[in-house]
T-cell receptor, first 116, second 118 residues
Framework: DSGVTQTPKHLITATGQRVTLRCSPR?????VYWYQQSLDQGLQFLIQ???????AKGNILERFSAQQFPDLHSELNLSSLELGDSALYFC???????????????FGPGTRLTVL | AQKITQTQPGMFVQEKEAVTLDCTYD???????LFWYKQPSSGEMIFLIY??????QNATEGRYSLNFQKARKSANLVISASQLGDSAMYFC???????????????FGTGTLLAVQP
């Protein structure tokens, strides 16, 4: 158990719908990252939040958005869903010490999204 | 742009033998971190081992070791004494450089599927 929790574990929805994925980081971790894993794109970084503020954006679609709340949990919102959005969505967290430190990311179990 | 390459889509190894999973990377930054993660069929991502670009010694974590050859830009994972439970997908990843205050995001390779045979 990595200490990172994600809900729900599975999500099945229809095209055009909107869903929210939730993540709680490990205790003490300030950074939260969202990744998407799909068969055609592999593991892709979506977005990072650090202590409530957006720090970096990756290959995140405009239909997707995220936020990190004062208690450090994070939500990833996916709207106007398309078939191609079906994927495993991971949340990861790290302390983010700064500098050249090890700072490994610990991953949650993922949310498997299926868009029908 | 930074890139990770894993050229072995799949590999077989006999139980109790050692296996090496290849990973090469490309970056122009002097400061970077390399990670290996394991993804069993259940789907979770498990951190295995880390190597920093300035580390003088190769990293080791139990049965996992990293053969880090900086000049060749390779960071191969060595698993000694393979066990049936080692059957999984293995991903090599690189942390973007912190030079200039960059993010801590990871760039992943395409993975290697390891099957351990009894």
């Amino acid at each position: 158990d990595s200490g990172v929790t994600q809900t729900p574990k599975h999500l099945i929805t229809a095209t055009g719908q909107r869903v929210t994925l939730r993540c709680s980081p490990r205790s003490g971790d300030l950074s939260v990252y969202w990744y998407q894993q799909s068969l055609d794109q592999g593991l892709q970084f979506l977005i990072q939040y650090y202590n409530g503020e957006e720090r970096a954006k990756g290959n995140i679609l405009e239909r997707f958005s995220a936020q990190q709340f004062p208690d450090l949990h994070s939500e990833l919102n996916l709207s106007s869903l398309e078939l191609g959005d079906s994927a495993l969505y991971f949340c990861a967290s790290s302390v983010d010490r700064g500098g050249g430190q090890r700072d490994e990311q610990f991953f949650g179990p993922g949310t498997r999204l299926t868009v029908l | 742009a930074q890139k990770i390459t894993q050229t072995q889509p799949g590999m077989f190894v006999q139980e109790k033998e050692a296996v090496t999973l290849d990973c090469t990377y490309d970056t122009s930054d002097p400061s970077y971190g390399l990670f290996w993660y394991k993804q069993p069929s259940s789907g979770e991502m498990i951190f295995l081992i880390y190597q920093g670009s300035y580390d003088q010694q190769n990293a080791t974590e139990g049965r996992y070791s990293l053969n880090f050859q900086k000049a060749r830009k390779s960071a191969n994972l060595v698993i000694s004494a393979s066990q049936l439970g080692d059957s999984a997908m293995y991903f090599c990843a690189m942390r973007e450089s912190r030079y200039g205050g960059a993010t801590n995001k990871l760039i992943f390779g395409t993975g290697t599927l390891l099957a351990v045979q009894p």
